[in-house]
């Protein structure tokens, strides 16, 4: 089935008088009897930051709704501006909150999540870059929640790689997620200067390595995602999978890009769900131990059927 491409005088319209969504893409609205309000609660109550409402997440009623969330720590402004995310980029407003961790550890208690998923703005300014504050937050976790498996978002951690990786790793996370994002063609102007397509493959295969060479090994899962929809072809996507099967990696997941504002990039075509089926496909066949691949799929969407996809396989 081919893919329903925008054309140029489409993408020259402005957002609200381009073609609607498919079908596919409808989401419904929270629903009064699920826990989205209760979760909305707990969240804004601890004075917690997520990327469900940070990046505006389409699937947001359903994940909270089925009582899930995606904690983003490290405050709410990033320093990085990627030409997809809604996050908002800037200068940060000083060091992270060092109660956040705590914070965070007792919503997810009160929560009662079996696997807590954890990202973060990307922070450059700091000297660690964040790690020291991702390694508080998973042992906070690990003390309040202690059955929970736990999953971490990281960005690069430019020019602090390895020791971020070290600080991270230390405490056991058990699954190491890290997005490329986009192909390898469209990384540079979509990501910009700082971000390196190869090191995210180095950073996800790295993060293997340390794994397994900690005392005693551990059996770390690594997982990326990828966004289409922002001007790549079928044959690029199924290039990235096999690059990062070719580092290691175990999950990935892919979903299609949704234009936050007029600002941010445009969304290039509607990939159909019969294209996802065939990303699916060629994951599997590439050997990924879960490849969750669909339109309204992101990167913590499900995490928990994710990961027990992987470890079952
Ligand atoms: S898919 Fe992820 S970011 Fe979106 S609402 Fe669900 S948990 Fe939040």
Redesign the pocket.
């Known amino acids: 089935m081919p893919a329903r491409r925008l054309s140029p005088m489409e993408r020259s319209l402005p957002v609200a008088e381009r073609p609607r969504r498919p079908e596919w893409m409808k989401v419904r609205a929270p629903s009064a009897d699920s826990r989205y309000y209760d979760v909305r609660k707990l969240i804004h109550g601890a004075g917690l930051n997520?990327?469900?409402?940070e990046?505006r997440?389409?699937?947001?009623?359903?994940?909270?709704g089925r009582g899930?969330?995606?904690f983003q720590i490290l405050g709410d402004t990033c320093t990085r501006a990627c030409r997809y995310c809604y996050v908002h980029s800037g200068k940060p407003d000083g060091p992270p909150d060092p109660l956040e961790p705590l914070r965070l550890a007792q919503t997810a208690a009160q929560m009662s999540l079996e696997h807590v998923?954890v990202?973060s703005v990307d922070r450059d300014d700091l000297p660690d870059r964040g790690a020291g504050h991702y390694a508080a937050t998973i042992r906070a976790l690990r003390a309040k929640v202690p059955t929970a498996s736990i999953e971490v978002l990281t960005p690069d951690f430019l020019g602090y790689e390895e020791e971020a990786l070290a600080i991270v790793l230390a405490e056991r996370p058990d699954v190491f997620n890290h997005n490329i994002e986009t192909v390898r063609r469209l990384h540079p102007n979509m990501r910009g200067a700082k971000a390196s397509y190869d090191r995210a493959l180095w950073l996800l295969e790295r993060a293997k390595e340390v794994a397994a060479y900690a005392m005693p090994a551990y059996p770390l899962l690594t997982k990326s995602g990828i966004i289409v929809g922002l001007g790549e072809t079928n044959d690029e996507v199924v290039e990235t999978m096999r690059d990062l099967r070719g580092h290691g990696v175990d999950v990935v997941t892919i979903g299609q890009y949704l234009q936050p504002s007029s600002k941010h990039a445009q969304i290039d075509r509607w990939v159909h769900p019969d294209e996802f089926r065939w990303f699916t496909e060629q994951g599997e066949a590439l050997g990924f131990g879960s490849v969750f691949a669909g339109p309204?799929?992101?990167?913590?969407?499900?995490?928990d059927e994710q990961k027990h996809a992987a470890t079952s396989s």
Do not use: F, G
């Open positions: 997520t990327i469900c409402e990046a997440c389409p699937n947001i009623a359903e994940c909270w899930t969330a995606t998923v990202t309204l799929v992101r990167s913590s969407y499900r995490a």
